[in-house]
């Protein structure tokens, strides 16, 4: 995968658990983000569970798509 789409998809994955932190640290003042507040229709745990999937797919995505490739890795020791 190019660089440049690995970047995208990380970027990504870093806003999504960005939203759901945010998410949560505003719910205890009873606010939400109105592209957030779907979540809470199905009751306060599952709008609980939602979020911390969402925090932890978030991060997931980044850290695997930020990890460089082995071709890469090798390319650079090469060189070196």
């Given at each position: ?9 990380s ?8 939203f759901?932190?945010a ?5 205890f003042?009873?606010y939400?983000?109105k592209?957030?507040n ?13 979020r911390?999937?969402l925090i932890?797919?978030g991060l ?6 930020s ?9 650079e020791?090469?060189?070196?």
């Open positions: 995968m190019k660089n440049v789409q690995k970047l995208k998809i970027v990504f994955g870093a806003v999504a658990a960005l759901g932190f998410s949560m640290i505003l719910s003042f009873n939400n983000f592209v957030l779907w979540i809470d229709n199905w009751g306060e745990n599952m709008g609980w569970a939602i911390i999937e932890v797919i997931a995505v980044y850290f695997v798509m990890e460089p490739e082995t071709k890469e890795v090798l390319i020791s090469k060189v070196e």
